[in-house]
């Protein structure tokens, strides 16, 4: 049986509970408190064993590399959405949300706003990014950890950014874009990147920027340029990476996709039968390893999908082992992510603490 209780640091001081004249019995008042909604506090604890909770998406912002951009640099880094201003992290701030959200770690992203760029532009961004996250990362080594930024649209440089990034700097990955200039992720030219990314053993976390070219359509009630433009994204991503072969090319390559994979884990199955009923559509040089939808086992997806329905679909269609906590943080899409976890009453103990911690630390190479 799952034990899904939590405890507050420094919950009873003293004679606090004599003097008040409240008595305690922990763990049945704090799974009252949960069943009635009250969110979960560090340190989180399944089956009577705390779980280093850590959430692989959340972002951040760096007024110095958004300055490079000059008059641009406000419609960049302050977009009219909720929780923008909290991207520039104010450290006791952060920690006091993380706390909040009962979240032990933060592995902190930039969204790439760079890759439309110049090679020199976006290279000095990207080396004051990833030298302001290691220098954060290096001042709260326990709390927070982060994915460098890359100049993608030179892959050469990418793959000595990345490099460096992880060596010398301390950075656990890499955070990229949907696709480049309207370059597909699985192109050639990337290559060097998704290669040097195997060897050194670190993953990429795919995070879309949505899809221009349908913005016309996407316009309207309902903010649908992010709603639908941005999973539908990924999907595209992961479905070229799949389709095109590159995931055959490069088996080691570790993928964590953004929101749950978009909408590609929701109809995977579609993907096997497209080349026997359409295969005019397809390239008949391009001989898969595997069905296509076998290829989600071997990617990672965060929980950012709202609800412990959609936890237990994913953990169906992936398998447990290949979830990992997501927020996106400082936005305020899911301000709880440790509880819909716990509410996926699907998931035995261990793939829990899998999901809030486990399968990261195994990924980053952290100690829980």
Request: glycine share 8%; with cysteine; proline share 6%.
């Amino acid at each position: 049986m799952t034990n899904r209780t939590t405890s507050r640091r420094n919950f009873l001081k003293g004679g606090t509970a004599a003097a008040t004249g409240i008595v305690f019995c922990s763990c049945g008042l704090l799974e009252r408190a949960h069943a009635q909604g009250a969110p979960r506090a560090l340190p989180v604890v399944v089956n009577g064993k705390k779980v280093k909770t850590i959430d692989v998406h959340a972002h951040c912002h760096f007024r110095e590399a958004g300055a490079l951009l000059g008059a641009d640099a406000a419609a960049v880094q302050l977009p009219p959405v909720r929780g923008a201003a909290e991207a520039f992290i104010e450290i006791d701030k952060r920690l006091k949300a993380m706390d909040a959200q009962a979240v032990d770690m933060e592995v902190l992203s930039i969204n790439p706003f760079w890759y439309g760029r110049d090679r020199d532009l976006a290279a000095q961004i990207v080396k004051l990014q990833n030298e302001k996250l290691a220098e954060l990362c290096a001042s709260k080594p326990d709390r927070f950890a982060a994915f460098a930024s890359l100049t993608l649209q030179a892959p050469d440089l990418a793959a000595q950014e990345l490099e460096t990034a992880v060596k010398k700097q301390g950075l656990k990955g890499a955070a990229i874009g949907g696709m480049v200039a309207g370059v597909e992720f699985s192109d050639p030219k990337f290559y060097p990147v998704w290669s040097k990314a195997e060897e050194l053993g670190v993953p990429l976390f795919i995070h879309p920027q949505g899809v221009a070219e349908l913005s016309k359509r996407l316009s309207g009630n309902g903010w649908l340029g992010n709603t639908i433009g941005n999973p539908l994204e990924t999907t595209i991503a992961l479905s070229h990476l799949i389709f095109e072969g590159t995931l055959d090319r490069f088996p080691g390559l570790k993928i964590i996709a953004a929101h749950g994979g978009g909408f590609l884990p929701s109809y995977a199955d579609r993907s096997d039968h497209a080349c026997m009923v359409g295969p005019a559509g397809c390239n008949a040089d391009i001989k898969l390893k595997k069905k296509p939808s076998e290829y989600l086992k071997q990617l990672y997806f965060d929980s950012l999908i709202f609800s412990p329905q959609a936890i237990r679909h994913l953990a169906a269609q992936v398998g447990p082992a290949q979830i990992v906590l997501g927020s996106d943080y400082p936005y305020p899409w899911q301000m709880n992510p440790v509880d819909h976890i716990f509410d996926c009453d699907s998931l035995s103990d261990d793939e829990r603490v899998a999901v809030l911690g486990g399968t990261a630390a195994k990924l980053f190479n952290m100690a829980t």
